[in-house]
């Protein structure tokens, strides 16, 4: 089902946007900008400055000044979690704005792109609770030892976020790399750098000390790159393409950093003929239309037992058609804009690749009464082989494959025969097959008969070219702080 697009351009909106640098607003050293476009029309509506080396240089020196010099290291847990606590406060209090510049700059439905900064707010008040509850271990050797663990912060951290959600994708890395007393540099991706220019008054308003967030904008080639080659960046934190993740990897091999990578996902739904199909149906649906299939976690390929697999295939594909396109801030749509014109190619390349790998059975293209932006219909093909390109390759748009298996082995083999492991749903009443089928599954997360829910003390991550080391809980804080072994002589 579609809706004709209508237009909705939020007030007040900037016509540029500046790096922000030990707490000064600033343009590039060479005054060099870039275009920022916006999906529904793809109109240039502002230019964003375009950093490079000199820039990069700049914030890194204001972040290790700050951190050297500066009291956020040195502050109590308690204290910086007040203020981690306030921006979270701000942040909700700001949610509607925030979600309206995030949908209008991305092209995300309005609706979910609440749902993304209210999750920003909750990233910020889960670290600034986790490290005031911290424990680490201690342990006594009787009458010879005490060895306990001493946490210190690293130093700056490069922290380099994607396209998608992005305002809530830099809080989940802002939010612990500053809860554990580092200062950052945060490169948000160039296609949307909207809400990240938003962190600055943020922070500034909740009393973050100066040089302690700085953020550098400009393209991945350039900006990126200085931050992931500069020697006083310790850490790099990114989100994006498994191929930009070998690139940065092998960039960064030289100055020995550490590394945190969240990467590209071909995730499988597994529907197992015994399953609850109507929940199966809702949540494999919402799991690749959601957020238009621009998700790291999407279930992009669905496997379903041959048993109920016309039905399976005939009601799903009837639901998809009924999933509502439109203008992305309308609160009725369901699915907005992609959000570039290089995206929205790729995308649709993947589609006309698709009626050579598949049978089509929902969308296929552009929405009918769609003639200009970025929008793609709810696409589903049916009787994709694991050879297919679409079986195996992230489209990262709202298209889905879908395979039938006839045995567990069989399915598990479809599973796991792609290069990426970051997800995995699996559909299921036998609780045996349910247990034993996720953890034989080579993906970081498994959600077995439930949405992609997450809890935030729970690892976040991929295996194989999914990623590299975990996020979320404890496991951001080992990321962001040293672990030093203190042994005391008794
Ligand atoms: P991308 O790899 O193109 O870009 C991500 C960021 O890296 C951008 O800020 C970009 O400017 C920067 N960059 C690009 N080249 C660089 C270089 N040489 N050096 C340093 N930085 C560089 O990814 P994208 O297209 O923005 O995002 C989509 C991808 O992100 C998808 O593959 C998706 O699955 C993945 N993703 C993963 C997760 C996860 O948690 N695993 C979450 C969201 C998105």
Redesign the pocket.
């Known amino acids: 089902m579609t809706d004709q697009p209508t237009r909705h351009v939020p007030a007040d909106l900037p016509g540029r946007i500046q790096h922000y640098i030990g707490g000064a607003f600033v343009d590039s050293a060479d005054g060099a900008t870039f275009d920022v476009l916006e999906p529904v029309t793809n109109d240039v509506y502002l230019q964003a400055a375009a950093g490079k080396k000199a820039d990069v240089d700049r914030a890194v020196a204001a972040a290790r000044d700050a951190f050297v010099n500066g009291p956020w290291p040195r502050m109590l847990p308690r204290e910086r979690s007040r203020i981690l606590h306030r921006i979270a406060d701000l942040v909700e209090s700001r949610d509607a704005r925030l979600a309206e510049l995030e949908s209008f700059d991305s092209g995300l439905p309005i609706t979910q792109a609440l749902g993304q900064a209210r999750r920003a707010a909750e990233n910020f008040r889960f670290f600034a609770d986790l490290v005031v509850a911290q424990s680490d271990d201690t342990f006594k050797v009787p009458g010879r030892q005490i060895n306990y663990v001493n946490r210190k912060p690293i130093g700056v951290a490069g922290l380099?976020?994607?396209?998608?959600?992005p305002f809530m994708?830099e809080s989940w890395k802002l939010g612990p790399a500053l809860a554990t007393g580092n200062t950052v540099v945060l490169?948000?991706?160039?296609?949307t750098p909207l809400s990240a220019s938003l962190w600055a008054g943020i922070f500034e308003e909740a009393g973050l000390p100066e040089g302690v967030f700085n953020l550098v904008n400009g393209?991945?080639?350039e900006a990126?790159?200085a931050?992931?080659k500069h020697p006083d960046v310790p850490l790099i934190s990114?989100?994006?393409?498994?191929?930009?993740?070998q690139?940065?990897f092998a960039?960064a091999a030289p100055y020995l950093k550490g590394l945190s990578m969240?990467?590209?996902?071909k995730s499988p739904a597994v529907v197992f003929a015994d399953a609850d199909l109507d929940a199966a149906i809702d949540a494999t649906i919402f799991g690749v239309f959601s957020l238009n299939g621009e998700r790291?976690t999407a279930g992009s390929r669905i496997l379903v037992e041959r048993a109920v697999y016309d039905e399976f295939v005939e009601r799903y594909a009837e639901q998809a058609k009924r999933v509502v396109v439109g203008d992305p801030q309308d609160p009725r749509t369901e699915v907005g804009a992609l959000v570039h014109p290089e995206h929205y190619d790729k995308v649709v390349s993947y589609i006309e690749i698709g009626k050579t790998e598949g049978r089509l059975v929902a969308g296929g293209g552009r929405p009918e009464g769609f003639e200009t932006g970025n929008y793609v219909a709810p696409t589903v093909f049916a009787d994709v082989p694991s050879s297919a390109r679409i079986f195996q390759e992230?489209i990262?748009g709202p298209v889905v494959a879908i395979t039938p298996f006839d045995t567990e082995e069989e399915a598990l083999a479809l599973a796991n025969g792609v290069r990426y492991g970051?997800a995995a749903y699996v559909w299921t009443n036998d609780l045996r097959r349910a247990h034993n089928f996720s953890q034989a599954i080579e993906a970081g997360m498994v959600w077995l008969n439930s949405n992609n829910v997450r809890d935030l003390r729970t690892p976040?991550?991929?295996v194989k070219a999914?990623?590299l080391g975990h996020e979320g809980g404890y496991r951001s804080i080992d990321f962001y702080t040293d672990q030093q072994a203190v042994h005391i002589t008794l």
């Open positions: 380099i976020t994607p396209w998608n959600t994708l490169k948000p991706a160039e296609f393209l991945g080639e990126g790159d931050l992931v990114f989100t994006g393409e498994s191929s930009t993740g690139l940065i960039n969240e990467l590209g996902g790291c992230e990262f970051l976040f991550g991929g999914s990623g």
